[in-house]
């Protein structure tokens, strides 16, 4: 006989974070409800990289731990998930040029000094001989992930319908959902706009998807990331080619890719893979990543009934089962109550 049911909850956003709740909530005993639009926002255009090493800063510790605990999920979140969905399994972390070596060894020995698996390389063109000559220095840490964004979010739907989860337009008032539902707010950049005053506000970014075409070096195995001419960069491979991310900056909610961040993103990668020229230019496109100010997730309780479940920035993808975790744990007293 099926348990009954927890109660009733709306997961408000259909992007990882919703639609991880939602696949979360339903597996604990919760009749689920994704109010989502026919999008996935940022989801669809990040580059699905899980990497907290390579994420991390001296002064993030927090962000650090968080990171490093969510990771750890990643292996169970998987299970159910097709395998394919992991398209890289370590990151390389290189100084393109000379200035960038110290500031990249202080991030090493940072890492390094709390015991994290992190390892400095001084051929790096030995690791992964696609770089361009003249790059030497990096470090590789090999416990990190890549994740085919749109596969995941794809499976994550598939995994959503078959536990009943149902689907549902998006909601621009919680006043829209029945008062004795509990609610997770998980609809990013939107979120403030359903609780006013949660400190989230919208970071641009453009992404391109560059495609493998016959007679090309084949895609590197491994994420790429670098500082070039100050500016970051990152590689993540997919079977067909790799995703090439991200500009940074704010412009409201304006998600149209501009000709100087593609032109930036173009000459950095090639910068750093001089191969990825004859790739194919398959996609530009810019999504906006949900900051906080301290670049920390909300996820916590609102009221009685209501559970944020955003503001995770660059890191939803990787934050998503420990959010997903979270959240379930801490609506389970609203369903005890019921
Ligand atoms: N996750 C990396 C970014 O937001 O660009």
């Given at each position: 006989m099926p348990a009954p049911s927890l109660g009733s909850l709306a997961v408000i956003g259909g992007g990882v974070i919703g639609l991880s709740v939602a696949r979360q909530a339903a597996r604990a005993g919760w009749t689920v409800r994704v109010h989502r639009t026919a999008e996935f926002g940022a989801s669809w255009v990040a580059g699905g990289m899980l990497a907290p090493h390579s994420e991390g800063w001296p002064g993030e510790e927090q962000q650090l731990r968080l990171g490093l605990r969510s990771l750890e999920l990643w292996h169970d979140f998987l299970d159910g998930l097709p395998v394919e969905l992991v398209t890289a399994r370590e990151s390389l972390v290189v100084a393109a040029d000379r200035a960038d070596v110290a500031d990249l060894r202080r991030v090493a020995d940072w890492l390094s000094a709390q015991g994290h698996p992190v390892f400095w390389e001084s051929a790096a063109r030995d690791v992964e001989p696609l770089l361009a000559g003249g790059i030497r220095h990096g470090f590789r840490a090999p416990t990190e992930l890549a994740v085919d964004n749109r596969a995941v979010v794809g499976a994550l739907v598939g995994a959503c319908a078959e536990l009943g989860v149902c689907w549902a337009p998006p909601v621009h008032d919680l006043a829209e959902v029945a008062a004795d539902d509990a609610v997770v707010i998980a609809n990013g950049i939107d979120a403030p706009a359903l609780w006013p005053g949660l400190p989230i506000r919208p970071v641009k970014g453009e992404v391109l998807r560059l495609r493998w075409r016959k007679g090309c070096l084949p895609p590197p195995r491994r994420v790429i990331r670098a500082r070039v001419h100050g500016r970051a960069v990152y590689l993540v491979p997919r079977p067909d080619g790799?995703?090439?991310?991200?500009?940074?900056?704010?412009?409201?909610?304006?998600?149209?890719?501009?000709?100087?961040?593609?032109?930036?993103?173009?000459?950095?990668?090639?910068?750093?893979?001089?191969?990825?020229?004859?790739?194919?230019?398959?996609?530009?496109?810019?999504?906006?990543?949900?900051?906080?100010?301290?670049?920390?997730?909300?996820?916590?309780?609102?009221?009685?009934?209501?559970?944020?479940?955003?503001?995770?920035?660059?890191?939803?993808?990787?934050?998503?089962?420990?959010?997903?975790?979270?959240?379930?744990?801490?609506?389970?007293?609203?369903?005890?109550?019921?």
């Amino acid at each position: 006989m099926p348990a009954p049911s927890l109660g009733s909850l709306a997961v408000i956003g259909g992007g990882v974070i919703g639609l991880s709740v939602a696949r979360q909530a339903a597996r604990a005993g919760w009749t689920v409800r994704v109010h989502r639009t026919a999008e996935f926002g940022a989801s669809w255009v990040a580059g699905g990289m899980l990497a907290p090493h390579s994420e991390g800063w001296p002064g993030e510790e927090q962000q650090l731990r968080l990171g490093l605990r969510s990771l750890e999920l990643w292996h169970d979140f998987l299970d159910g998930l097709p395998v394919e969905l992991v398209t890289a399994r370590e990151s390389l972390v290189v100084a393109a040029d000379r200035a960038d070596v110290a500031d990249l060894r202080r991030v090493a020995d940072w890492l390094s000094a709390q015991g994290h698996p992190v390892f400095w390389e001084s051929a790096a063109r030995d690791v992964e001989p696609l770089l361009a000559g003249g790059i030497r220095h990096g470090f590789r840490a090999p416990t990190e992930l890549a994740v085919d964004n749109r596969a995941v979010v794809g499976a994550l739907v598939g995994a959503c319908a078959e536990l009943g989860v149902c689907w549902a337009p998006p909601v621009h008032d919680l006043a829209e959902v029945a008062a004795d539902d509990a609610v997770v707010i998980a609809n990013g950049i939107d979120a403030p706009a359903l609780w006013p005053g949660l400190p989230i506000r919208p970071v641009k970014g453009e992404v391109l998807r560059l495609r493998w075409r016959k007679g090309c070096l084949p895609p590197p195995r491994r994420v790429i990331r670098a500082r070039v001419h100050g500016r970051a960069v990152y590689l993540v491979p997919r079977p067909d080619g790799v995703v090439v991310g991200a500009t940074q900056y704010e412009h409201g909610r304006d998600t149209a890719p501009a000709v100087s961040g593609v032109r930036d993103l173009l000459d950095d990668a090639c910068a750093l893979v001089p191969a990825l020229g004859e790739y194919e230019l398959a996609e530009c496109a810019a999504g906006l990543r949900p900051m906080t100010p301290d670049n920390l997730p909300l996820v916590h309780r609102l009221d009685a009934r209501t559970v944020v479940a955003a503001g995770h920035g660059r890191n939803g993808f990787l934050l998503a089962p420990w959010t997903a975790e979270q959240v379930v744990s801490e609506l389970l007293p609203v369903g005890v109550q019921q």
